[in-house]
Structures are given as C-alpha cells and as structure tokens.
C-alpha cells in the first residue's frame, strides 16, 4: 500500500465508519496520546522500565500504526499530501544533510 493510498482508505474508513473527522485540535491531542503509548512500550522494552501488568499484550507495530492512522486523519484534514511532503523531505534533508553525518565524529 502507498502512502497516497493508505490517506484515501483513512478518508474512506473516516467518512463512512468513522462518521467525520474528530477536529483538528482533538486529532493533535489524540496523536500525542498515541505517540506516548509507542514511548511506553520503548521505555519498557528497550529502556529500564519494567512492564507493568497493564502493559501485557501491546503491540509496538500497532501502536506505531495507531500513530500513522491519526497523522494521516490530520493531512487528510489539513490538505497535506504525505507523498509529496516526504519526498520533498528527502530532498531538503539530502541536501542539508549530505555531509552532515558523514563528518560528525560522534557517529564514528
């Protein structure tokens, strides 16, 4: 699936399932609360937290794509196109970057 594609299944999926769009302002609050929960099970899993018996049963490849859901839900309500923005990521970043790394001593 691409980017382009997985937008139009959300706006299909929100627009039927869904109902509407939650508002921009919940949808940015929403995506916070889901970007905490990938945190949560980093912090345990890679980090020195331990797990919680709440925390029994989370999937990081879920909560990662809860996270992915409600991103495209706000580009999808703001006009951003992710395909287009991320090449035109890349772009600025292999332009800025093209060196950047390469010569910074701590990643040797």
Known sequence: MTIEEAQAQVDQWINTVGVRYFNELTNMAILTEEVGEVARII?????????????????????????????????????????KALEKNFEKKNIRDKDRHKNNDKLK
């Open 43 to 83: 912090a345990r899993k890679y980090g020195e937290q331990s797990f919680k018996k709440s925390d029994e049963g989370k999937d990081l490849g879920d909560e990662m794509a809860d996270v992915l859901w409600v991103l495209m839900c706000l580009a999808n309500q703001t006009g951003v196109d992710l395909t």
